[in-house]
């Protein structure tokens, strides 16, 4: 009877300090748009979180503890993805969230993570997730910023002066917008067009043919599929020459069997994950990316896209920062991430500060052309 009451207290003890038997793993979130219209993204990254679970688990956890990811499909819908975040912070009781794989479902949510104290680490592109800085909230995807940089640079390089944009009503394309905005008259050029496409929009027809009123040299798209393709084609089919950038938001295969013989010869920014094999060996993203193409590959049947390496190095950057501080609390997981340096990613490599919770720059992109159907790198 003596031995039964001071085991239980022995494990009333254990419970109060935190050593419970839960303590053997490491609870992770993740709020993705595994279906839906946005599932181009949220399928590859729910894909390479249980990948890199698996992996991760058969080598010994991190810091000996195994990692439990508990993946939420929000179904690419922002009601949705609020209901999952709220069940993941208030009743999973998580460490830490990854995603959501839409910007504007990430700052539907992001509200929630300070007064909650647990990181989330979004894998959407818009600057607005992370600029001003939420002490709580950091993202993986290259800014918006850094790739109106690389489209930029190319136009100034070729000569064109005048241009024309067409963004999606949504939120990655309208925080697109609001860069474009900027930076085109900053770089002393001229926006002669701006046009506005919904996300469910089946013909851009009419844009285009205001976009061709006003003479641009050039015209920039920003958004995320199936409407980018739609103006591949659009464009196609007005027999419009004039030269098409697309954004980073359309770097996968998805867009080039979407857009179909229309993407060909098209211009965008897009991570080195997309052009591996044309990787220099000596960079110190090259082994990483032959890898997690490897890897993938050989588990799903085909190769990873950049949305599923922007899962990876929200996973991988919480796992470096839990073992930087030897800590899955919470706030020792968002301190660590903020000291983040030169941790190599398939989205770059990230160097995070205070000031900064995305860590990348302009030097994560290449430009990308698309010929015969392949990503080749022109930059």
């Given at each position: 009877?003596?031995?039964?009451?001071?085991?239980?207290?022995v494990?009333?003890?254990?419970?109060?300090?935190?050593?419970?038997?839960?303590?053997?793993?490491?609870?992770?979130?993740?709020?993705?748009?595994?279906?839906?219209?946005?599932s181009?993204?949220?399928?590859?990254?729910?894909?390479?979180?249980?990948?890199?679970?698996?992996?991760?688990?058969?080598?010994?956890?991190?810091?000996?503890?195994?990692?439990?990811i508990?993946?939420?499909?929000?179904?690419?819908?922002?009601?949705?993805?609020v209901?999952a975040?709220?069940?993941?912070?208030?009743?999973?009781?998580?460490?830490?969230?990854?995603?959501?794989?839409?910007?504007?479902?990430?700052?539907?949510?992001?509200?929630?993570?300070?007064?909650?104290?647990?990181?989330?680490?979004s894998?959407?592109?818009?600057?607005?997730?992370?600029?001003?800085?939420?002490?709580?909230?950091?993202?993986?995807?290259?800014?918006?910023?850094?790739?109106?940089?690389?489209?930029?640079?190319?136009?100034?390089?070729?000569?064109?002066?005048?241009l024309?944009?067409?963004?999606?009503?949504?939120?990655?394309g309208?925080?697109?917008?609001?860069?474009?905005?900027?930076?085109?008259p900053?770089?002393?050029?001229?926006?002669?067009?701006?046009?506005?496409?919904?996300?469910?929009?089946?013909?851009?027809?009419?844009?285009?043919?205001?976009?061709?009123?006003?003479?641009?040299?050039?015209?920039?798209?920003?958004?995320?599929?199936?409407?980018?393709?739609?103006?591949?084609?659009?464009?196609?089919?007005?027999?419009?020459?004039?030269?098409?950038?697309?954004?980073?938001?359309?770097?996968?295969?998805?867009?080039?069997?979407?857009?179909?013989?229309?993407?060909?010869?098209?211009?965008?920014?897009?991570?080195r994950?997309?052009?591996?094999?044309q990787?220099?060996?000596?960079?110190?993203?090259?082994?990483?990316?032959?890898?997690?193409?490897?890897?993938?590959?050989?588990k799903?049947?085909?190769?990873?896209?950049?949305?599923?390496?922007h899962?990876?190095?929200?996973?991988?950057?919480?796992?470096?920062?839990?073992?930087?501080?030897?800590?899955?609390?919470?706030?020792?997981?968002?301190?660590?991430?903020?000291?983040?340096?030169?941790?190599?990613g398939?989205?770059?490599?990230?160097?995070?500060?205070?000031?900064?919770?995305?860590?990348?720059?302009?030097?994560?992109f290449?430009?990308?052309?698309?010929?015969?159907?392949?990503?080749?790198?022109?930059?």
């Amino acid at each position: 009877m003596k031995m039964a009451r001071a085991a239980a207290v022995v494990l009333a003890l254990l419970a109060i300090l935190g050593c419970s038997k839960e303590s053997d793993t490491i609870k992770i979130g993740a709020v993705l748009s595994v279906t839906g219209p946005a599932s181009f993204l949220g399928e590859p990254e729910k894909n390479t979180l249980l990948m890199l679970q698996e992996e991760l688990n058969a080598a010994g956890g991190v810091e000996g503890r195994k990692l439990e990811i508990i993946v939420y499909d929000d179904e690419s819908d922002v009601n949705k993805c609020v209901m999952a975040a709220k069940k993941l912070i208030e009743q999973d009781k998580v460490a830490v969230v990854l995603g959501p794989s839409i910007s504007g479902n990430t700052l539907a949510i992001s509200k929630f993570f300070a007064p909650a104290k647990i990181p989330l680490v979004s894998c959407a592109a818009a600057e607005k997730i992370v600029k001003p800085v939420d002490p709580w909230v950091f993202n993986t995807p290259q800014l918006d910023r850094h790739a109106v940089g690389k489209i930029l640079a190319d136009a100034k390089k070729k000569g064109y002066a005048k241009l024309a944009i067409l963004t999606v009503s949504d939120g990655f394309g309208q925080a697109g917008r609001g860069v474009l905005q900027e930076l085109i008259p900053a770089q002393g050029l001229t926006l002669v067009a701006d046009e506005v496409f919904g996300p469910k929009d089946t013909d851009m027809s009419a844009q285009l043919t205001k976009i061709k009123g006003a003479a641009p040299d050039a015209i920039i798209c920003w958004g995320t599929n199936p409407g980018p393709a739609v103006v591949a084609r659009n464009r196609a089919q007005l027999g419009l020459e004039i030269p098409l950038y697309m954004s980073h938001g359309v770097a996968s295969k998805k867009f080039i069997e979407l857009a179909g013989a229309a993407a060909e010869g098209l211009v965008l920014p897009a991570g080195r994950l997309v052009a591996a094999a044309q990787v220099p060996d000596g960079h110190p993203q090259k082994a990483l990316l032959t890898k997690y193409v490897a890897d993938y590959t050989k588990k799903y049947g085909s190769a990873p896209s950049t949305f599923g390496g922007h899962a990876y190095d929200a996973l991988m950057l919480v796992v470096n920062a839990v073992k930087a501080g030897k800590s899955a609390k919470p706030q020792d997981i968002r301190d660590n991430l903020e000291k983040t340096t030169g941790l190599a990613g398939t989205g770059g490599v990230y160097t995070m500060t205070p000031e900064n919770h995305n860590g990348l720059d302009e030097s994560a992109f290449l430009m990308v052309t698309i010929e015969k159907g392949e990503w080749k790198v022109v930059d």
